[in-house]
């Protein structure tokens, strides 16, 4: 898997992305808990697609934690 960062807006995002980059798009969203990073799960998602996986605002290297106030933001 491959990690990068990248700024959306005013916010960090680190991602782990594997796979084809032409196979089908496959976006993981992880729970509450924290990201799985490289899961193996993942790695077999990624056989046969195109797996993005990013960590959610506030979790791990990714920043934001200050923009959110509830579940719904």
């Known amino acids: 898997m491959t990690i990068s960062v990248e700024m959306l807006g ?3 995002v680190r991602s782990w992305s594997a796979g ?7 976006l ?6 924290r990201h799985p990073g ?3 799960f993942l790695q077999r998602l ?9 960590e959610h605002p506030g979790y791990g290297e990714s920043d934001g934690r200050q923009e959110i106030d509830q579940i719904l933001d």
């Open 10 to 12: 005013n916010t960090k």
């Open 38 to 40: 490289d899961a193996s």
């Open 28 to 33: 993981y969203l992880h729970g509450v808990e």
């Open 46 to 54: 990624a056989r046969r697609r195109h797996v993005i996986a990013p």
């Open 20 to 26: 084809d980059p032409e196979a089908r798009g496959l």
